[in-house]
């Protein structure tokens, strides 16, 4: 499974990505302070391999996923696609890449213009690919409808007249509609009925078979992202925390965030009843965190010197980066 | 047990149909449409409204009109309607075409249906184009302040209009020299301009230009302060002040009354454009690369416009009762053309003698007025996706 | 807080100077000229037209004609053309003629179209909510000049009590009774004419407000508690549905001024909106400008105090 | 066993009428819950979960909504035939409900404070201090810290997770026998999703309360549930024990729901999955709701309603074709 990564091996790699959104005040709207929604993300994606990217909602993740598409102006950092460096160049410049990474949103009714009809929707990504003849455009059209499992004679009907899982294949295909080579999957499944998700997740990765896509797939539900992903991102408050393959995630653990995640999946499979115990304490967030490990005050290993250093994210085994000082020293 | 049902599964695997049955977008506004009656009233009012209007600008206009609204016959005057006229006192070509006075005559014999056929153009051509230029300017401000207002004004675009206008303004106001310097000024800033930009960077610069350079205002809250001071004038007060500043004309009050009732739509579609933003279909074709443009005209105006139009349609009812308020006022259109507004105004004077002078035109406006009201509620409720969604 | 007053007392003085800007620019770019007004007045020589330009600064440049006129104002120095008298002066008077008026109408349409309002979303779709909602679009709808002729002949033919003017001429010698009972029957009908529209206009927002909020989650949660009917319209759900009225509470003042010309010229009522219609009909410019920018600090201090009542009554706002 | 039922709903019928179409939201539901129970109603999105619940609160807005038949008895009294003051004087006193968003379930513009007293002022008689002594009480049992301070805050002010602590505890403010939670961990994250589950059991163990849950979601149902009720357009699809449901589920939509779950375990291979969607309400197919769907549909699927049938220890599934499979092999051996 284990293949060393060799630079034409890696589709899109992401270095030390910020965003930071001001917090003004006062009378002249000074700033007073900075919401770190990403603070120095760093990650690669292979060749048709799937990266999950997991975290509990507002850590950080969809902005992650806006600024590698650029659909947000990135603070700092450097997103290299292939062997191009995107980060810094002009709308027009990107063009061609932005072909090349699409994403599937989490909204299904969100995501598709409710006054374009589904074939519409879809043509307009097969335009932008340069398909200039009307024929051909229809063709390809039916191609893509089918490839997601969507009869032809959608194609002149409006979102509202879909379900919520419909909606999400035609998602797909509009995505698919421009031929990438990434697609960013921005909880795709989360929205949609229990017994839909399965559907879209077959698809996702029948298409990931066929087409050899690479995707980075963001959730909340660690079931889902073990069972799709090869490597996972644990994210925690704009910083990934903690990065491995998916059998050394869940197998043993590190950062006590992704323990206290692991420990909180609700998995039918292990019907073994929790214990009961005192409700646990509640956390209430700050805006602005302190100094140091940013997942202080949670943290059931809580000690001063949390707060004091700065954290470096460690190899502590091979390709098992954790961000706890304390994780080396149990390790060794 | 799984396996089997898997093979099953893949066995008769079909492609997803649309839950549905085809509708037209027609057939759809019918159906939510027709559930509301008062609107469905309000609309055969509204068109039997337009109707007349085109139809009585035809028999009204002309060198011999069928329908004569001027013709002056001092012997017939309030008359009440219905009333056959004194055929032998008066010439032939004076009789009405009907052979009788609908709607009576008024304090000169003038026959109160023809001014009544011609003053509906006007009402319908003061609500059309005054509310047509009000959402064009509110469409136009309120898309640009909402899809571009994180773009920010820098301060030398702010110098450079600010000199183009004062110069243009000065030299208005008989202070030619001044006014050319200003003018001048702004020419070589924008020679200087071209200049910098060649430069590779800004590095260069001295630090005092690099002020020039400074972000000011974001065209967001440029176009809103905008907003806010044409809210602060009274509208009817200030439509007043410029209309009887101006010469009187109908295209005058047409235009005032568009150029002082935009704010609302502005506001609106800019609320419209920021949400529409943040919607994920649009960071969808952003993320295809589709422009700006198209991203503008073909993704975000049509879902903004809907309820643009909504209010558009009861923008005319207002503007229609502005206009027939300024006439009344005795304002706008010049004497001899009649309104609905003037005809009532002229009627008053005769109120306990001749009311129908002041209740024919009263009524008609009240329920043409009504009339584009309810069919607005009507199209709100049509327009409202929450209706439409099956979800 | 106290930053948000400051920043937001800076934004107002500078869309103020703006207005002042452009309503003096409006005036004085229209074409024609007050000296102009009546060529045929033989009183008009050349010499009387030149003098008069002189004295009101027509002469000059338009920038210095505008510094000269917003000083006089600020000093209260300015004076009508058309009689000489101090604007301000005018203004006030006038202004205390509109008072009672306005104040008659405002506390009619607050107090009337919150009940009908209310009662119309708890009874949605009954025979109430229904003929509540075809009147206020018929009140919405009628012109209001038409409207006032109407009830006047009504009035007029029922009641036999004169309603033209502020009271009737003459009555100087009756008793008290009778003065009051006079002044009752003036103020009545613009008031209430005055407010029609506006309770129409606002019952129909109070009935949304109360539809929009009373399908709110916390509405459910409050009847799961048990909470008794009335108690779940009046207290959870008006508490919230009130809050977008704070805004308009603010907007009313300017009303004063604009909403009562068509109204004011009917019943002969020598109030502001009078004033500023005569005003226009004389090209009388310092009164026009300066009512017009008494209505632009109105508008302004209307919105102002409007954000603070809203970041005061709504929790959720934080500064 | 009798005395032990706390409620039970008998056939309930709920549809939703609009000027076209009928929507069958709940059509014949029936389900018991026992004193000291937790039990869960799980089902998808629009199969009539929600609507039940708030049926036995009588808090279905009509119209357009329409109690079309059914009994609910609570303690063997009928609630569909109270008037609204004795509906008022059981809701919040005996039974409690806890919603899914707790950011728009709390009034914004009150106090959590207030929000808490005012339901204990309604049903019970307690002057003011004692009161506030209480809902401080109620706050410290569901884990919210410093709660005298907390008294005065108002929801905005407090994280979800805090939120739905306070929902809770309003729902305890009375000591009711049962408490109605819908899908009360939705909208939080996992690890809050964890802690809120925790003082769910923490709470039905030291009050002795019965908890009626509702979820889509089948690992929460294993984290909580005594018995389970897996609902499907509208009716009961199948009921049990968990270990039954989990471990030996009888109905074709229980099975694919169990088999579609994705996990680690089953990485590499491919998941079940459900064709087709979830039926409109408006537009339930006739026969078998499930048919449709299902991989085991007879023709008889297509136009004879299901009856339940029973494979005993109060295991029951919705589904003759593999009721009459299963009893073959049994049968056979």
Redesign the interface.
């Known amino acids: 499974m284990e293949t060393r990564h060799t630079p034409q091996n890696i589709i899109l790699k992401v270095e030390d990505l910020k965003k930071y959104f001001p917090i003004r005040r006062g009378f002249f709207q000074n700033i007073r302070g900075w919401i770190k929604a990403v603070d120095g993300v760093s990650f690669e994606i292979e060749r048709g391999k799937t990266l999950g990217l997991v975290g509990e909602s507002g850590c950080g993740k969809t902005t992650v996923a806006w600024l590698i598409l650029k659909l947000l102006k990135m603070d700092e950092g450097r997103i290299i696609f292939r062997d191009t460096e995107i980060s810094e160049l002009s709308e027009k410049e990107m063009k061609p890449y932005r072909q090349e990474m699409q994403m599937v949103f989490q909204d299904p009714y969100g995501s598709l213009n409710p006054r374009m009809t589904v074939g519409q929707s879809i043509e307009e990504g097969l335009s932008i690919l340069g398909i200039k003849s009307r024929k051909k455009r229809k063709e390809h059209l039916k191609k893509l409808l089918e490839m997601v499992g969507m009869s032809t004679n959608s194609s002149d009907r409006y979102p509202h007249e879909f379900s919520g899982g419909q909606r999400q294949r035609i998602g797909i295909a509009r995505a698919l509609s421009v031929e990438p080579s990434l697609v960013i999957c921005d909880e795709p499944i989360s929205a949609l009925d229990v017994s839909i998700q399965a559907q879209i997740i077959n698809l996702l990765k029948d298409l990931q078979d066929q087409l050899e896509l690479s995707y980075l797939f963001i959730s909340h539900d660690l079931n889902v992202i073990g069972y799709l992903c090869t490597t996972i991102s644990v994210m925690y408050k704009g910083l990934i925390v903690e990065s491995a393959s998916a059998e050394a995630l869940f197998s043993h653990p590190y950062h006590p965030y992704t323990i206290s995640l692991l420990s909180a999946i609700p998995d039918p499979e292990s019907s073994v009843k929790k214990e009961v115990k005192l409700p646990a304490r509640d956390f209430s967030d700050t805006l602005i965190p302190p100094d140091g490990c940013n997942y202080q005050g949670r943290c059931p290993m809580d000690e001063p010197r949390c707060g004091q250093e700065d954290l470096i994210f460690t190899e502590v085994e091979k390709d098992h980066f954790v961000r706890c000082w304390k994780v080396p020293k149990n390790n060794v | ?2 396996n ?3 093979k ?2 893949k066995e ?9 049955p ?1 509708k037209t ?1 027609f057939q759809e506004f019918w ?1 939510i449409f027709r ?1 509301n009656r ?1 609107a469905i009233i309000g609309f055969f009012i509204f068109v039997l409204f337009f109707l007349s209007a085109i139809v009585g600008l035809v028999l009204t206009s002309g060198q011999d009109p069928l329908f004569d609204p001027a013709r002056i016959r001092l012997q017939e005057k309030l008359l009440p309607p219905l009333a056959k006229p004194n055929l032998d006192s008066l010439a032939p070509e004076d009789v009405p075409a009907i052979g009788f006075y609908l709607m009576g005559t008024d304090d000169l014999g003038r026959d109160v249906f023809a001014r009544m056929l011609q003053g509906a153009w006007v009402s319908l051509t003061v609500g059309f184009v005054a509310v047509g230029i009000s959402v064009l300017i509110g469409i136009f401000l309120g898309g640009i302040a909402g899809y571009f207002g994180q773009h920010y004004m820098r301060i030398n675009h702010i110098v450079l209009a600010s000199l183009f206008i004062f110069g243009v303004g ?1 030299i ?4 030619p020299h001044l006014g050319a310097a200003c003018l001048v000024l702004g020419f070589l800033l924008i020679c200087y301009q071209a200049l910098t930009k060649r430069k590779p960077r800004k590095k260069s610069m001295p630090s005092w230009t690099r002020f020039l350079f400074k972000n000011a205002i974001s065209v967001d809250t440029l176009i809103m ?1 905008v907003v ?2 044409m ?8 439509i ?3 209309v ?4 009187a004309s109908i295209y005058n009050i047409m235009i005032v009354i568009g150029l002082t009732s935009w704010m609302g739509t502005t506001r609106f579609v800019r609320a419209e454009f920021l949400s529409l933003r943040e ?3 649009v ?8 422009s700006n443009y198209r991203i503008i005209f ?2 975000m105006m ?2 903004a416009i809907a309820p643009v139009l909504v209010s558009a349609t009861i923008g005319i ?1 207002t503007a229609i ?1 502005t206009e ?2 300024l006439s ?2 005795g304002f706008g259109v010049p004497p001899p053309h009649a309104t609905w507004g003037n005809i ?2 002229d009627g ?1 004077r005769f ?2 003698d001749a ?1 129908w002078l ?2 024919i ?3 008609v ?2 329920i043409v ?2 009339s ?3 069919f607005g ?1 009507g199209l709100r409720d049509v327009m409202n ?1 929450k209706l ?4 | 807080m106290l930053s948000f007053i400051g920043r937001s007392v800076v934004q107002k003085i500078i869309t103020l100077f703006f207005v002042s800007v452009v309503s003096f620019l409006i005036i004085h770019i229209a074409p024609g000229e007050p000296s102009q007004v009546d060529p045929m007045n033989p009183k008009f020589t050349p010499e009387v037209v030149e003098r008069f330009r002189e004295e009101f600064h027509l002469d000059k440049p338009l920038h210095v004609q505008y510094i000269y006129f917003y000083q006089n104002l600020f000093t209260g120095k300015t004076v009508s053309w058309k009689d000489n008298q101090s604007v301000l002066q005018k203004i006030w008077e006038r202004f205390l003629n509109s008072l009672p008026l306005f104040i008659v109408g405002t506390v009619l349409t607050w107090t009337l179209s919150f009940p009908v309002g209310i009662r119309s979303a708890i009874y949605r779709g009954r025979l109430y909510d229904r003929s509540a909602t075809f009147l206020s679009y018929l009140l919405i709808s009628i012109p209001g000049f038409f409207f006032a002729y109407v009830l006047i002949i009504f009035v007029v033919t029922h009641f036999h009590v004169p309603v033209i003017g502020m009271e009737t001429f003459g009555t100087g010698n009756t008793s008290t009774v009778f003065v009051v009972m006079d002044r009752t029957w003036h103020l009545l009908l613009p008031s209430v004419l005055g407010a029609t529209g506006g309770i129409a206009v606002l019952s129909r927002y109070v009935r949304s407000q109360m539809l929009e909020v009373g399908g709110q989650d916390y509405i459910r949660t409050a009847r799961a508690k048990g909470l008794p009917q009335e108690q779940v319209h009046y207290k959870h759900a008006l508490r919230n549905a009130l809050l977008p009225f704070i805004t308009m509470f603010g907007l009313i003042l300017p009303g004063l001024i604009g909403g009562s010309v068509i109204i004011e010229s009917i019943f002969s009522w020598p109030g502001m909106g009078r004033m500023a219609y005569e005003a226009i009909l004389a090209r009388d410019y310092p009164v026009i400008l300066t009512v017009n920018f008494v209505s632009a600090v109105l508008v302004l201090a209307g919105t102002f105090i409007s954000d603070i009542l809203y970041i005061i009554a709504d929790p959720r706002i934080r500064l | 066993m009798k005395d032990n039922r706390l409620i039970s709903v008998q056939d309930l019928k709920v549809y939703f009428r609009s000027n076209a179409t009928t929507a069958r939201a709940v059509d014949g539901v029936t389900f018991e819950v026992d004193r000291e129970e937790t039990v869960c109603l799980v089902g998808e999105s629009g199969c009539g979960k929600t609507v039940t619940a708030l049926s036995i609160l009588g808090l279905v807005p009509v119209p357009p909504g329409d109690i079309a038949g059914g009994r609910i008895l609570f303690k063997g009294q009928g609630l569909l035939d109270l008037d609204d003051n004795n509906m008022q004087s059981i809701r919040g006193n005996h039974i409690a409900m806890v919603f899914q968003e707790p950011l728009t379930s709390l009034n914004p513009v009150f106090t959590i404070g207030d929000q808490i007293s005012e339901a204990i002022s309604i049903h019970k008689n307690i002057d003011t201090g004692t009161q506030r002594e209480r809902c401080v009480q109620l706050l410290r049992d569901v884990g919210i810290a410093a709660p005298e301070q907390r008294l005065n805050d108002y929801p905005h002010q407090l994280s979800g997770g805090q939120r739905q602590r306070v929902m809770i505890a309003m729902a305890l403010a009375c000591d009711p026998e049962l408490i109605i939670a819908d899908e009360p961990t939705t909208a939080l994250d996992v690890t809050v999703q964890d802690q809120i589950l925790r003082l769910f059991k923490y709470i039905q163990k030291t009050r002795a309360m019965s908890i009626l849950y509702i979820t889509h979601d089948l690992g929460v149902v294993t984290h909580i549930a005594d018995r389970v009720y897996v609902m499907y357009s509208g009716v009961i699809a199948e009921q049990g024990f968990t270990s039954q449901i989990f471990n030996h589920a009888k109905h074709p939509y229980t099975r694919g729901l169990l088999a579609s779950l994705p996990s680690r375990s089953k990485r590499g291979k491919r998941l079940y999955s459900i064709p087709g969607s979830v039926p409109d309400p408006a537009h339930k197919p006739e026969g078998c709701p499930f048919h449709p769907r299902c991989p085991h549909a007879i023709p008889s699927c297509w136009s004879e309603y299901p009856q339940m049938c029973d494979y005993g220890e109060g295991h029951l599934a919705r589904c003759p074709v593999l009721f009459e499979k299963t009893k073959k092999t049994i049968d056979d051996k």
């Open positions: 047990m799984k089997s049902a898997q099953e599964f008769d695997f079909q492609l997803e149909e649309p839950l549905a085809k977008r159906l559930q008062l000065l208005a106001v008989q202070s302060r806010d001071i809210l602060c004038f009274p509208s009817f007060f200030l007043l002040t410029v009887a500043l101006l010469p919607q994920d279909f960071a969808a074709v952003r993320a295809l690369g589709v073909r993704h049509p879902n009812a009762l027939a308020g009344f006022l009532l105004s008053k109120i306990f009311p002041t209740f035109p009263g009524i406006i009240l007025v009504l584009f009201n309810l509620e996706p439409r969604e099956r979800h």
